[in-house]
């Protein structure tokens, strides 16, 4: 199981940034798919998740409003589409694959797969 996020640079404040999780190696039919991000000195922190089979994603409140994710089961792919960037906003984002778990799935041990991390960084 592979899961290769990509999409991050360096881009100014307000500006937009998508992200990409290509997933390989199983069927995520069942699985959600979350975002996750980490700046320096800190902790993971839950970004946000969607349900490969569809429904509304859910976000945390740093980023809802601004942040996007959809995916796109043809291409086995998970997208985290970012406006309205800030600078703490910074961080290496994952995503990741969740076979089981709370409704939420807020919690980085819930997830069983991860990508190995794309840098973001948001310049004031």
């Known amino acids: 199981v592979q899961l290769q996020a990509s999409g991050g640079g360096l881009v100014q404040a307000g500006g937009s940034m998508r992200l990409s999780c290509a997933a390989s190696g199983r069927t995520f039919s069942s699985y959600v798919m979350g975002w996750f991000r980490q700046a320096p000195g800190k902790e993971r922190e839950f970004v946000g998740r969607?349900?490969?089979?569809?429904?509304?994603?859910y976000y945390a409140a740093s980023v809802a409003g601004r942040f996007t994710i959809s995916r796109d089961i043809a291409k086995n792919t998970a997208y985290l589409q970012m406006n309205s960037l800030k600078p703490e906003d910074t961080a290496v984002y994952y995503c990741?694959?969740?076979?089981?778990?709370?409704?939420?799935?807020?919690?980085?041990?819930?997830?069983?797969?991860w990508g190995q991390g794309t840098q973001v960084t948001v310049s004031s």
């Open positions: 969607i349900h490969w089979s569809g429904g509304s994603p």
């Open positions: 990741a694959a969740s076979g089981s778990g709370s409704y939420y799935r807020g919690l980085s041990a819930e997830y069983d797969y």
